[in-house]
Structure formats: C-alpha cells, structure tokens
C-alpha cells in the first residue's frame, strides 16, 4: 500500500480549510468539532511531510509548496461534483427511458395507476409503453424491445420467464337497465340466457373469459366477438349485451360506471397475471420499482374488492 493515500474525508475536510480560511469555518462547513478538523489537518500534513497552510492575519491559505495539490484538490471535487449531480439526475430519472408492454386487460388501469406511482418517485423518468397481444408479446421480449411485458396469462418458452404479479377474479357486467343489473351474484347459466360481448375464445385471454362457462359445461352463444376489453365495456355501455371480464380492467370504471353494473359470480373464477421477461437479461431499479408498483396496485385493489 502507498505510504500518502488519502481518504475522501480527509481531503474534504483539507478542501473545506481552503473554503472557509479557517478551522473553526470548516468545522461549520462540515458540521464537525473543530479539535477533529485540526487533528485531520496535522495528520494529512505528517503524511504528506508538506506544510498545507500558511496562517496570515488569522487566516489559513495554501501554502506554497501545497499549491500542487490544491490544483488536484479542485480537479478532483469538479469531478466528484459532476459524478454528484449523475447521481441526482439518476435519481429522478432524468434522461432515462423505461421501455415496457402490457396487455389489454392489464394496460386499461393498473399500467397507469403503477406509472403515477413510479413518476412521483422518478419525476424526470421518461416511459415508453406498448399495448400488446400474445403474438407481439413474444417477439417484442425476444428482438429486446422492452425490458417486460405484464401478462395476463403464461406459456412455456426456453428464453422467457414469467414472476408474478397478482390474482384476480372474473366478473359480470352489464347495463344498469338489464335485467341481470338488480343481481348481487349471478351464475353461468343466467349469463348464458342473454347475447354475449366477449374475446375470441380462441385468445389466451379469451379463454379465460371462457371458462366461466368451460369449467360447469355452459352452453352460450358469443354474440359479439371484440378483440380488446375496452371494446367489450362500450358495447355493454350500449345495452347491446352482458359480458365477462376480469376485475382489473373493470377497475377503472369508477364514476363513468354509473351506467354500468359489476355482479359477482356464483362460482368464483380467479386468474394469475405475470410479468415476462427474457431469462438472459437482467431487469433495470426502475423496472423493478413499476412492477413492485404493479402489485401494490393490484393487490389494493383486490383487497378492497373484497371488503365491500
């Protein structure tokens, strides 16, 4: 080991002498004691064997022979300054873009809701946020588009792991006119007596829709075949049938669901939602923070489902 290193603290307190012209200046600098700051200055002088300061009329200033090291001195706190203020901008995200894909289901309201979380913490963090299908899923995380994408649904596939997220359950909505709208809970088969707005059973995502009626053998007739929930949740708003869809995306309705009714179903149909990533890559803090967002939202919003 070199006989004369320094330490960081060493130097800020030598720098902070400079600064103040003054021991018991520096001390307030560094909210110190001044018999620490002065013990510092000797030992940094008996390594260095130079004398840092001359005392004029009270005042401490460089010494000739230390000039040298001043000059490093300042040098080195530009940079630290610098690395200081990459840091801070770090931490607001600034200059920092957060590449991600949601499906439909999870991109109406939990998506927005983890974001207004994540801003607040990074305020300067830009987002770019894709809406995607199963099909576009895979190819968006394998051509490394985006960092994840929150799923409804998972898959087998060497190169892409899924974590959870948050369960959810299926529900029933309607118009506030139909007559389903007067019901608390409702069953299969009462939903199978009217036109259906649905998600192609054939999508992941419609298969989960579907197996309200798969798993008790229901027959029904899917009247209007959509290809996103949002689509489903305006022609229900029409009065043109009733539908299923999971609780995340009739989260959102709040006051604009004043035409709208949301019915439990007699037997309960819960869901897993994941988020997908390559296995190869490794997930950025800001990544990790939305989706910690991500569960939060989902799981409150869940909890509170549950209390009324």
Request: net charge negative; aromatic share 6%; with cysteine.
């Amino acid at each position: 080991m070199p006989k004369r290193q320094l330490t960081l603290r060493q130097i800020e307190m030598i720098r902070a002498i400079k600064v103040a012209g003054s021991i018991a200046g520096a001390a307030r600098l560094l909210n110190v004691s001044q018999p620490g700051v002065s013990r510092t200055m000797k030992h940094v002088e008996s390594i260095l064997e130079i004398k840092l300061f001359t005392r004029i009329g009270g005042k401490y200033t460089p010494s000739p022979e230390a000039s040298g090291i001043f000059a490093q001195l300042n040098d080195l706190y530009k940079k630290l300054s610098d690395l200081n203020r990459s840091i801070e901008q770090l931490e607001r995200g600034r200059e920092v873009e957060l590449v991600f894909g949601s499906v439909p289901s999870l991109a109406l309201t939990m998506v927005p809701r983890a974001i207004g979380r994540l801003r607040g913490r990074y305020p300067d963090l830009h987002l770019n946020v894709e809406t995607l299908k199963l099909e576009e899923a895979i190819d968006y995380l394998l051509l490394g588009r985006g960092e994840f994408v929150c799923m409804s649904y998972s898959f087998d596939h060497p190169a892409i792991d899924f974590l959870p997220l948050a369960e959810g359950e299926l529900r029933c909505v309607v118009h506030r006119d139909h007559p389903l709208a007067s019901h608390t809970v409702v069953s299969a088969e009462e939903i199978a007596q009217y036109p259906l707005i649905g998600v192609d059973p054939v999508d992941p995502y419609g298969q989960i829709l579907n197996s309200v009626f798969s798993r008790t053998n229901v027959e029904y007739d899917l009247t209007f075949r959509v290809r996103f929930g949002s689509m489903v949740i305006s022609l229900v708003r029409q009065g043109l049938g009733v539908a299923v869809l999971d609780s995340f995306s009739l989260a959102g309705l709040g006051a604009e669901s004043s035409d709208l009714r949301v019915i439990q179903l007699e037997d309960p149909v819960r869901f897993s939602t994941y988020v997908a990533l390559r296995n190869d890559v490794e997930l950025s803090s800001f990544a990790e923070s939305l989706i910690d967002a991500m569960k939060d939202e989902m799981r409150q919003h869940m909890a509170a489902e549950q209390r009324v």
